[in-house]
């Protein structure tokens, strides 16, 4: 299937399955890595990276993955992403954000049993995220760029 279609992402999230079944998590992660770039809204594929880092015991890595899933998997998205951006409270890491990295192209709220509110700013063609708190304080930054470890 990946011969005649190389950039068909289900496919690429079977094999990444497959791979960190075997062991092989390296491949797995590149594999898996691509079928985001594809397509970025899949939150299953995030969830599977996650579970690559997890096998391997890298639990920053996991940590990082298991919040874009989360956010994309319980987020609602703010109807205006920018201007609930520049509504971050001044001087907060979220506004530093915001100055520094731009206006995010999605802003999902959400809320976490232990951190409360939370909002998730999804730079995807940055493939970054950043998950703030009410109060604009960082609680988690997220990379799935290629190549990252």
Do not use: C, H
């Not at 391997?56 to 994309?72: D, K």
């Not at 939370?118 to 708190?133: C, D, E, P, R, S």
């Amino acid at each position: 299937m990946l011969v005649k279609s190389p950039n068909d992402a289900d496919a690429l999230s079977q094999l990444g399955s497959v791979l960190a079944d075997e062991k092989k998590f390296a491949e797995a992660e590149q594999v898996l890595a691509k079928a985001i770039s594809i397509k970025p809204e899949e939150k299953v594929y995030f969830r599977q990276l996650a579970a690559v880092y997890s096998k391997q015991s890298n639990n920053t890595r996991m940590t990082e993955m298991m919040f874009v899933y989360l956010a994309l998997n319980s987020g609602t998205a703010a109807p205006d992403a920018a201007a609930t951006a520049k509504g971050a409270k001044a001087g907060s890491a979220a506004a530093n954000t915001a100055a520094s990295m731009g206006m995010p192209e999605r802003v999902l709220m959400w809320t976490d049993n232990t951190a409360g509110a939370l909002q998730t700013w999804v730079y995807g063609t940055k493939k970054i995220a950043f998950t703030f708190n009410a109060a604009g304080v960082l609680v988690q930054k997220s990379d799935w760029s290629f190549g990252k470890k």
